[in-house]
């Protein structure tokens, strides 16, 4: 599992500093992502985050805004009503809900809405500091290969990791466009309980990368580095523990070298979507160009995640 002695070193560290970790609940954890603010899969996330004490910041586009990869905009006052009517025409450019302003929309792109979540909304709430994490998303539809570069999730996440805040786009399979009043009143349907399921594994991914900082590696996550989350679909994976993480690359590339996880070369994350199996798919890419980062770079972010429960494709 381990290409050098140094990452197994680190990683006995980690294992035997495991018990001592201080659990980072009360990080700050901004979420966003570009289905809108007021989608079912946004809400479970920030509800999830919440019940798990994190000090969470919702801060999501007005409207659905997909494919709008990192593009910025100058938010607008809604000339329609915000998703699903939770706001009139005529809203703010910056909203939020009057009864929980933790919940925040913008009306402009994701990366827009993840810029004002980190340099607004959280340090508001917390005396100026900026957030500990981005989370953006889990979209729905999966963000693999070359589908990063027009991501609005993607986006959102490059947009915090580049003002060197610690940012990791989720996105999966199964899911469907609806409101997060569904989450009440349809606990049944396949939606909420895609919802549901992401949402707890997110949980987990966050909770490894704060276990790792609680014992004293320093960073959460390499500058301008950020993490691509892909979940499978739920169709027969129907419990968070179902699923297996598996370390892979953006892009084949037959002449790459890469860290050491499984076998001599990564797969991609398409090839682990594909496989028969409850998966998830994990890379490393370069916050700018949203591809793959050097072996160096994926060894540091494995060290990072090592306590998932990590499985090799069969
Ligand atoms: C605003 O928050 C209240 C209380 O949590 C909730 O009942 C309501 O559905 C929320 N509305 C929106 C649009 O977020
Ligand atoms: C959920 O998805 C499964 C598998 O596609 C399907 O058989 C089932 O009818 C769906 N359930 C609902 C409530 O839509």
């Not at 901004?30 to 000090?55: H, M, P």
Request: charged share 15%; with cysteine; proline share 6%.
């Amino acid at each position: 599992m381990f290409r050098s002695s140094s990452q197994a070193f680190i990683a006995l560290v980690l294992l035997a500093s495991r018990f001592l970790a201080v659990h980072n609940a009360q990080a700050q954890v901004v979420i966003s992502n570009n289905d809108g603010w007021a989608t079912a899969q946004i809400r479970a996330q920030f509800d999830a985050l919440t019940e798990k004490g994190y000090d969470a910041f919702l801060s999501a586009p007005a409207l659905k805004q997909s494919g709008k990869g990192s593009y910025t905009t100058t938010p607008e006052v809604l000339t329609e009503p915000c998703q699903f009517d939770t706001c009139p025409v005529g809203s703010p450019p910056f909203g939020y809900n009057a009864s929980d302003s933790r919940l925040n929309y913008v009306n402009a792109y994701p990366a827009n809405a993840a810029n004002y979540g980190v340099n607004v909304i959280s340090p508001r709430f917390t005396n100026g500091h900026p957030p500990d994490l981005l989370v953006s998303g889990p979209d729905i539809g999966p963000n693999v290969g070359f589908l990063t570069q027009y991501s609005g999730t993607v986006g959102a996440a490059s947009a915090a990791s580049l003002q060197n805040i610690p940012a990791a786009a989720f996105s999966g399979v199964s899911g469907a466009q609806v409101s997060y009043t569904t989450l009440t009143s349809d606990p049944y349907a396949n939606s909420t309980i895609a919802a549901r399921i992401y949402s707890d594994l997110t949980v987990h991914f966050v909770g490894t990368l704060f276990e790792a900082i609680d014992i004293g590696l320093p960073i959460i996550l390499p500058r301008a580095v950020i993490v691509n989350v892909n979940y499978g679909s739920i169709i027969g994976c129907g419990r968070p523990g179902d699923y297996k993480w598996v370390f892979a690359r953006n892009r084949k590339d037959d002449s790459a070298v890469d860290a050491l996880m499984c076998d001599d070369y990564l797969p991609t994350e398409l090839e682990v979507l594909r496989s028969q199996g409850c998966y998830v798919s994990v890379s490393a890419l370069d916050a700018e160009t949203k591809t793959d980062v050097d072996a160096g770079t994926q060894a540091l972010v494995m060290m990072k995640l090592h306590f998932l429960p990590w499985s090799c494709l069969e």
